[in-house]
């Protein structure tokens, strides 16, 4: 029987020297050998970059407090010699799968602190789940999260830390509580406010009269160093017990082009300088800590900017915005208004559903609209490969008013891995306006597809009517099962047999599977360094009928492979001054096509004069049935954008801070009558340094008919 108290250090550490100028030797590292077999718990660490199109993540060990004592306290680690590719390769979930390794150690550096696990090239490896009810399991030593949402009080600690240099985030202790604990849009409002009082972010109870819930400690380690981590909570822990609270944050001194990470079902997270002020990364990375993935769109990690596992933004108290659709089911905070349905139960059989955006839920039960539909397609049934689809309504109103993406859009999801509530990155496939249609194609691997149509919206921008149409047949079989185990080398060295993989589910005891012996390639550098080495590929575009009048002056680099693609029924035209209410409802017509494809709800009565190119045209800046209010009001650092009229995210009229496009000049778009029309249209003709704001804005003022993209 395995010793799952394992871990233990044998009473032997190593000196590694070095040679030295003269001849003499000089410590280097420290190595501690482990008892065999040792095992840690693994956490997935997330890592953000100021520049969006960066991203790492890597898989850490940790092991019992008592036994990082023996080498300076660090619980948690980085592991060398294990590629990320072969652990991934057998699925763990974060805090709830263990790593077994024979022959590993523990190094520490002498200079620099650092302390990793390091498994040799002659060591065995395997990776297993947790029971549920092993005390190392994250559900059991913190109730972040549950199987089906995030909900309850959640006590939290803020540290400042001070580095050996005396340097420090610039904001104070009292700035940093007000920051996270009592702004008008922060972390402890804001998830507050997104899950109707669900979530409780309640401030540790220490400094009362000074700086509720934030606290300060000094370290004997450099901003720069990779043992900052390590020194920051060993000390959290020895001065305050940090390891008692819910959740706690860091905020460190500012070093290095990284914004902020966390890990994955734990209860830490760490921010580079004045990033621990921002909403947008605090919710984000405690977002990790309960348990959600990033909200992607095309090939970028964090492109889908209509909720907070998007990208981060370096604005205090904004952007007011909670999540996706896909997260809001996950979170399960409007279990009276989401639907979970099999859409292979209505075959010719077209369902329709109003939507609300999530400012619009009632808790006592008096709406029955629906702020998310779940399309079950195998997410639950295959919870490590299986994908569902959701669709949600992305109303830019209330809590919500600045979401940075798809605002008052229909947008269509997928969600791959974890389940409806695991850990998995949700991927947007489609934004609706009026009268637009996306479309799955071989829905559950068969010859059935699946056409989300936004058919109407009320004035007020409330109710979006959507109608669902399924085509095919049912499949005669089941989706296939995932592998029976995952790819391994064969054995080197070791004695041991091949490890066979668990099944999918995790096993209710611990397994006792023999390891398996892995050839280790060089070991990955450490996180957060190294940046990816390609550029992510152009996001979803979308692609009238009619190509537009000024063609691209810069086609782009390379054409999407796979993207799904938006046609709208008609080509742009002059915006009209007041919401449409009605389209057709008719389901398409139009044969399928081999991947997904946004087709229009009344097939087109004209073929087009040529076939489309390979390279994709430049997006229009209207939609066929209403202009998009889709206008961000701010960008991360570096967003890339291809939209030629788009709204400028940092003007500000007169450079006053309020007078941006989004928050002064579209005041009154969600209530168009002829007052606020006038009142737009007078703001958008103002003139500032020579310029009127139509140009700054165009695309919110193409709304009411002015400017140069009206």
Same mark, same amino acid.
């Given at each position: 029987?395995?010793?799952?108290?394992?871990?233990?250090?044998?009473?032997?550490?190593?000196?590694?020297?070095?040679?030295?100028?003269?001849?003499?030797?000089?410590?280097?590292?420290?190595?501690?050998?482990?008892?065999?077999?040792?095992?840690?718990?693994?956490?997935?660490?997330?890592?953000?970059?100021?520049?969006?199109?960066?991203?790492?993540?890597?898989?850490?060990?940790?092991?019992?407090?008592?036994?990082?004592?023996?080498?300076?306290?660090?619980?948690?680690?980085?592991?060398?010699?294990?590629?990320?590719?072969?652990?991934? &390769?057998?699925?763990?979930?974060?805090?709830?799968?263990?790593?077994?390794?024979?022959?590993?150690?523990?190094?520490?550096?002498?200079?620099?602190?650092?302390?990793?696990?390091?498994?040799?090239?002659?060591?065995?490896?395997?990776?297993?789940?947790?029971?549920?009810?092993?005390?190392?399991?994250?559900?059991?030593?913190?109730?972040?999260?549950?199987?089906?949402?995030?909900?309850?009080?959640?006590?939290?600690?803020?540290?400042?830390?001070?580095?050996? !240099?005396?340097?420090?985030?610039?904001?104070?202790?009292?700035?940093?509580?007000?920051?996270?604990?009592?702004?008008?849009?922060?972390?402890?409002?804001?998830?507050?406010?997104?899950?109707?009082?669900?979530?409780?972010?309640?401030?540790?109870?220490?400094?009362?009269? #000074?700086?509720?819930?934030?606290?300060?400690?000094?370290?004997?380690? !450099?901003?720069?160093?990779?043992?900052?981590?390590?020194?920051?909570?060993?000390?959290?822990?020895?001065?305050?017990?940090?390891?008692?609270?819910?959740?706690?944050?860091?905020?460190?001194?500012?070093?290095?082009?990284?914004?902020?990470?966390?890990?994955?079902?734990?209860?830490?997270?760490?921010?580079?300088?004045?990033?621990?002020?921002?909403?947008?990364?605090?919710?984000?990375?405690?977002?990790?800590?309960?348990?959600?993935?990033?909200?992607?769109?095309?090939?970028?990690?964090?492109?889908?900017?209509?909720?907070?596992?998007?990208?981060?933004?370096?604005?205090?108290?904004?952007?007011?915005?909670?999540?996706?659709?896909?997260?809001?089911?996950?979170?399960?905070?409007?279990?009276?208004?989401?639907?979970?349905?099999?859409?292979?139960?209505?075959?010719?059989?077209?369902?329709?559903?109003?939507?609300?955006?999530?400012?619009?839920?009632?808790?006592?039960?008096?709406?029955?609209?629906?702020?998310?539909?779940?399309?079950?397609?195998?997410?639950?049934?295959?919870?490590?490969?299986?994908?569902?689809?959701?669709?949600?309504?992305?109303?830019?109103?209330?809590?919500?008013?600045?979401?940075?993406?798809?605002?008052? !859009?229909?947008?269509?999801?997928?969600?791959?891995?974890?389940?409806?509530?695991?850990?998995?990155?949700?991927?947007?496939?489609?934004?609706?306006?009026?009268?637009?249609?996306?479309?799955?194609?071989?829905? !559950?691997?068969?010859?059935?597809?699946?056409?989300?149509?936004?058919?109407?919206?009320?004035?007020?921008?409330?109710? &979006?009517?959507?109608?669902?149409?399924?085509?095919?047949?049912?499949?005669?079989?089941?989706?296939?099962?995932?592998?029976?185990?995952?790819?391994?080398?064969?054995?080197?060295?070791?004695?041991?047999?091949?490890?066979?993989?668990?099944?999918?589910?995790?096993?209710?005891?611990?397994?006792?599977?023999?390891?398996?012996?892995?050839?280790?390639?060089?070991?990955?550098?450490?996180?957060?360094?190294?940046?990816?080495?390609?550029?992510?590929?152009?996001?979803?575009?979308?692609?009238?009928?009619?190509?537009?009048?000024?063609?691209?002056?810069?086609?782009?680099?390379?054409?999407?492979?796979?993207?799904?693609?938006?046609?709208?029924?008609?080509?742009? #035209?002059?915006?009209?001054?007041?919401?449409?209410?009605?389209?057709?409802?008719?389901?398409?017509?139009?044969?399928?096509?081999?991947?997904?494809?946004?087709?229009?709800?009344?097939?087109?009565?004209?073929?087009?004069? #040529?076939?489309?190119?390979?390279?994709?045209?430049?997006?229009?800046?209207?939609?066929?049935?209403?202009?998009?209010?889709?206008?961000?009001?701010?960008?991360?650092?570096?967003?890339? #954008?291809?939209?030629?009229?788009?709204?400028?995210?940092?003007?500000?009229?007169?450079?006053?801070?309020?007078?941006?496009?989004?928050?002064?000049?579209?005041?009154?778009?969600?209530?168009?009558?002829?007052?606020?029309?006038?009142?737009?249209?007078?703001?958008?003709?103002?003139?500032?340094?020579?310029?009127?704001?139509?140009?700054?804005?165009?695309?919110?003022?193409?709304?009411?008919?002015?400017?140069?993209? &009206?």
């Amino acid at each position: 029987m395995p010793n799952f108290n394992g871990f233990a250090i044998l009473a032997v550490v190593i000196a590694v020297a070095s040679a030295h100028r003269g001849g003499d030797s000089e410590i280097t590292h420290r190595r501690h050998l482990l008892e065999d077999p040792q095992e840690c718990v693994l956490y997935l660490k997330e890592t953000e970059f100021e520049d969006p199109s960066l991203h790492e993540s890597s898989w850490s060990c940790e092991v019992p407090s008592y036994q990082a004592r023996r080498f300076g306290g660090v619980d948690i680690m980085n592991v060398q010699g294990v590629p990320k590719e072969w652990i991934d &390769a057998h699925h763990p979930i974060s805090g709830q799968s263990i790593m077994k390794t024979q022959h590993a150690y523990v190094q520490q550096s002498v200079t620099t602190s650092e302390t990793t696990m390091i498994v040799p090239k002659e060591a065995s490896v395997s990776i297993e789940s947790l029971p549920e009810d092993d005390p190392r399991h994250h559900r059991q030593r913190r109730k972040l999260g549950s199987t089906s949402g995030v909900t309850g009080t959640k006590t939290t600690l803020v540290v400042r830390v001070v580095d050996s !240099q005396n340097q420090a985030i610039v904001a104070s202790m009292a700035e940093l509580r007000d920051d996270i604990f009592f702004d008008s849009v922060c972390l402890k409002t804001q998830y507050a406010a997104c899950s109707y009082n669900q979530l409780i972010i309640e401030p540790a109870y220490v400094n009362p009269t #000074t700086s509720l819930g934030v606290v300060e400690i000094n370290v004997d380690v !450099q901003a720069s160093s990779a043992a900052l981590e390590s020194a920051s909570r060993n000390k959290a822990n020895e001065v305050y017990t940090a390891s008692q609270y819910d959740l706690v944050m860091f905020c460190l001194p500012p070093s290095g082009p990284w914004l902020a990470y966390a890990y994955v079902n734990r209860f830490d997270s760490y921010y580079n300088g004045s990033w621990c002020q921002m909403v947008s990364a605090q919710m984000h990375e405690v977002g990790h800590n309960f348990g959600f993935d990033h909200s992607g769109r095309g090939t970028y990690e964090y492109d889908d900017k209509s909720g907070m596992m998007g990208y981060s933004y370096k604005q205090d108290d904004f952007p007011q915005m909670c999540f996706n659709a896909a997260k809001n089911y996950q979170f399960g905070w409007y279990p009276l208004q989401q639907a979970s349905i099999e859409p292979l139960n209505y075959i010719g059989n077209p369902q329709t559903y109003v939507l609300n955006g999530i400012n619009e839920y009632k808790t006592d039960g008096s709406n029955s609209n629906k702020i998310v539909l779940r399309l079950v397609q195998n997410g639950t049934t295959d919870p490590v490969n299986g994908a569902d689809f959701y669709v949600g309504y992305n109303r830019a109103a209330g809590i919500n008013i600045d979401t940075q993406l798809s605002n008052n !859009q229909v947008v269509v999801l997928q969600k791959n891995g974890g389940g409806p509530f695991g850990y998995g990155r949700s991927l947007q496939l489609a934004s609706l306006s009026v009268g637009q249609s996306y479309t799955i194609e071989n829905f !559950q691997g068969g010859s059935s597809s699946v056409t989300i149509n936004f058919g109407s919206v009320t004035a007020d921008l409330k109710d &979006a009517t959507v109608m669902m149409s399924v085509s095919g047949d049912v499949p005669t079989m089941p989706p296939t099962t995932p592998p029976t185990a995952p790819p391994t080398a064969p054995p080197t060295t070791s004695p041991t047999e091949p490890l066979t993989m668990p099944p999918t589910m995790p096993p209710t005891t611990t397994p006792t599977t023999p390891l398996t012996v892995i050839p280790h390639t060089a070991p990955p550098t450490t996180p957060p360094t190294t940046p990816p080495t390609a550029p992510p590929t152009m996001p979803l575009t979308v692609i009238p009928t009619t190509p537009p009048t000024t063609p691209p002056t810069t086609p782009p680099t390379a054409p999407p492979v796979t993207s799904p693609t938006l046609i709208p029924t008609t080509p742009p #035209t002059t915006p009209p001054t007041m919401p449409p209410t009605v389209i057709p409802t008719t389901p398409p017509t139009a044969p399928p096509v081999t991947s997904p494809t946004v087709i229009p709800t009344t097939p087109p009565t004209i073929p087009p004069t #040529t076939p489309p190119t390979p390279t994709p045209t430049t997006p229009p800046t209207m939609s066929p049935s209403m202009l998009s209010t889709n206008v961000p009001t701010n960008f991360p650092t570096y967003f890339p #954008t291809t939209d030629e009229c788009q709204d400028d995210p940092s003007y500000k009229f007169k450079n006053q801070r309020k007078k941006t496009c989004a928050r002064w000049v579209a005041k009154g778009l969600n209530r168009l009558n002829k007052r606020n029309i006038r009142k737009i249209r007078n703001k958008c003709k103002k003139r500032w340094k020579k310029a009127r704001v139509w140009d700054s804005c165009p695309a919110t003022c193409a709304l009411v008919g002015l400017g140069p993209c &009206a």
